[in-house]
């Protein structure tokens, strides 16, 4: 592959100094010769979803539509997001919840870190809202940072080497996942619903 790969970032955190935020960018400065990060800013500016004011129903809200032509025009979407409430933060939630009808990340290599206090609850219920709406996620590109305070600084760097290592092998499997090198059989299935 000779462009680089075009990454859609969201952060589930929309706060100013956010840990996610400061990750995603951390990662942006890590793969500069590899991938072109966009970083969607717009979530907190989505409607609250309504089925009927979705797809067909009425006339496609413009952030909505927007939201929704980036994430299928990236190679790949990176997500990290706080844990809310031993849940998914309800804006995040909210903007994927907008993608369920459209489809926008059916077959679309995903990456997602939850980085938190701890996390482990909203880690697997996002997981499986990325599954059931047919994301491609292995289990090198799903990861859970705990105390992620004590692991990202505010001059963008990992400062915890086991994270580091942990976020380069999904990098790297995002990379080969986006060039078609992921057998079939190691991405992670659906939950039932
Ligand atoms: C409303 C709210 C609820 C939270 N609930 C949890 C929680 O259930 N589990 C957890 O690990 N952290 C929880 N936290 C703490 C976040 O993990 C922590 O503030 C984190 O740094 C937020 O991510 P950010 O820095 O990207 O904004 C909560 C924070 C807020 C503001």
């Not at 942006?28 to 969607?40: P, V």
């Not at 067909?56 to 939201?67: C, K, L, P």
């Not at 190679?75 to 849940?87: K, Q, R, S």
């Not at 992620?148 to 580091?164: P, W």
């Amino acid at each position: 592959m000779s462009h680089k790969i075009n990454i859609l970032a969201i952060s589930g955190s929309t706060r100013k100094n956010s840990s996610n935020g400061n990750l995603i960018k951390a990662i942006a400065m890590l793969t500069t010769a590899i991938f072109t990060i966009e970083i969607f800013e717009g979530i907190d500016m989505l409607p609250h979803f309504n089925p009927d004011l979705d797809y067909g129903q009425v006339e496609e809200n413009a952030q909505v539509a927007e939201f929704r032509r980036k994430i299928s025009a990236a190679d790949a979407i990176l997500i990290c997001t706080p844990e809310y409430a031993l849940g998914v933060p309800g804006t995040l939630k909210n903007a994927i919840d907008w993608t369920v009808s459209t489809m926008n990340f059916s077959q679309k290599p995903v990456a997602l870190i939850t980085a938190s206090t701890a996390g482990t609850r909203g880690h697997q219920s996002l997981l499986g809202t990325l599954l059931i709406i047919e994301s491609k996620i292995t289990k090198d590109t799903e990861v859970l940072i705990s105390s992620i305070q004590t692991k990202v600084n505010s001059d963008l760097e990992i400062t915890d080497q086991e994270t580091l290592g942990l976020i380069n092998k999904l990098i790297n499997s995002l990379i080969e996942m986006v060039k078609g090198n992921v057998p079939v059989e190691t991405l992670l299935p659906a939950p039932l619903l």
